[in-house]
């Protein structure tokens, strides 16, 4: 290994070390550890050290490399973050950089590639192959005399970095940016998830995440959290946000569940039904149709088009999806009237005409968001 690499293992080395001597938990009267004492305080306090330990070993080679940098004046067209920072990416989006550059991955799909030298998986400590696909939560270090392109290879991605980088960006659909300007109208609220903006667009949406934003769509969910009304569904608990939403749905009759008497709230849902729920808001279809044909009458009003069906027949659904068409359907005229989708959430005080084209405007494609 590079010698940042042997570093590395030095201070971890004398990290573990030093946390040893915490093995010693017994005396002359209690010689025994508790299992307790070793998977609680002991192991928390390898874990810290371990963690306090990466963190100098990285600062120690980041701070080298940027005062090596800045004294021969190269790659004055990067940047440098002093501190973890935080990037939602789209697909090919490249995050790139030299020695000392760290990387984690919290979401998504992301390969690296480099011609020559080494990139050392921090977590496991081994080296990494050029054109592998990195392990989400694990710490990855651009070693010395190399430099490292980081691509996206799903639909999006979150990653974390810290060092000299720059950054590549894609022309590929961005699913990020819609989803942020879906969240400033409040049509999309993300997830309780600590990182990407909580829109975990690199999960499958569940039956009622999708209901849910069909109802936002709609513009009643003022309404459906203000229904009592429980549906009659065995696996719907009364007094919880489900019984709100799938009630008012059932009993508006968008919805119906299955013959069993469930309704499946965390079941997987996919294009076919989530764009006759479109449909159903734009007025275009009903309960009762079939779904089967659903991705081609959504082609034929303009939700989506042949090579958005024939890419998400071949893959799976995703909350990108999600925010895909719903982002989609805010210019789509609904049925009878000409009006489009938000035209009519406007007329209906969802939102504003301002607040739309202040969070259209806000994106900046030019960097990671």
Known sequence: MKKYAIFLTIILASALSIVSALAAAGDAADPLISLSYLTGTYRD?????????LDTATETIRQDTADKMNAAGLYLDRQWADTWMEARLKQDDTLYGSTGLSLLVLAGDVTVTFESGEIVDVSSGESVASGATLFTNHRYLVAEDTTAYFTVASKTAVVNYMGQYGTI???????????SILKKINLFRGSYTGYGSGFDLEVAPTRLQALIMFIRVLGEEE?????TELPPFSDISPNTNAARYVGYAYKMGYTNGYKDGTWRPGGATNMYQYSEFLLRALGYSVVGNSISDAPQRAQAVGLMTSEDISSMIKEQFLRAHLVY????????????????????????????EDDYNAAVSVFNSNSPS
Request: no cysteine.
């Open 45 to 53: 306090s390898i874990h810290f050290a371990v963690q306090d330990a």
């Open 169 to 179: 960006l894609s022309d590929a659909v961005d699913y990020n940016a819609m989803a």
């Open 223 to 227: 309404a459906a959290l203000a229904n």
């Open 325 to 352: 068409l719903s982002y989609n359907a805010l210019d789509v005229p609904t049925a009878g009237s000409g009006i489009l989708l938000r035209e009519q959430l406007i007329s209906k005080g969802i939102f504003t």
